[in-house]
């Protein structure tokens, strides 16, 4: 009767147990509050300021979702690049991408995922540069192949 009583009271304490644990994991679960964060940092400021004023007449969008820039019929290959952003997509008069400006996250090395994010671009027809660190404005202008006279793609 003993050992019928102490296991009942021990299986409460088990149970009283599991029910504190589980409304301890309910309440961490609460959000925190929300606050702004810069939308470019530093760095992209200044390759921001660059390519607006080496290309006037052209539209430049930063912090791109390839999901905006592919698509596919298979939602497995959506699915590859859903998270992934492009940091500068720079667009015509007629808003067509032509050309992409991807950043690296280190300045001395190109990372596999760098060159995997590049090669879906490229497969998809976009013109990819990808500089490690800030480009000088001459920099800029070479690699997007500016006329000097007419600030225009050549």
């Given amino acids: 009767m003993i050992e019928l009583v102490s296991l009942s009271i ?7 147990v599991f029910v504190l644990r589980y409304r301890k994991r309910t309440d961490q679960h609460s ?4 606050k702004q964060r810069a939308l470019l940092n530093y760095n992209e400021r200044i390759i921001y300021q660059r390519l607006i004023k080496l ?13 905006a820039l592919l698509t596919s019929k298979y ?7 859903n998270n992934m952003t492009a940091d500068f997509v720079i667009l015509n008069s ?10 690296c996250d280190s300045m001395f090395t190109q990372h596999r995922e760098d060159r995997y994010e590049d090669a879906l671009l490229e497969m998809a027809g976009y013109r990819v540069i ?4 800030v480009p000088d404005l001459k920099r800029l202008s070479r690699d997007l192949n500016i006329q000097e006279k007419s600030m225009a793609f050549a």
């Avoid at 939602?75 to 690049?81: G, Y």
């Fill in 10 to 16: 021990l299986s409460v304490l088990i149970l009283v």
């Fill in 130 to 133: 990808r500089y490690a660190g």
């Fill in 31 to 34: 959000d925190s509050a929300l």
């Fill in 75 to 81: 939602s497995h290959t959506r699915a590859k690049f």
């Fill in 55 to 67: 290309l006037p007449r052209h539209i430049i969008l930063s912090n791109v979702s390839y999901s």
């Fill in 94 to 103: 007629q808003f067509q991408a032509v050309a992409i400006i991807s950043l």
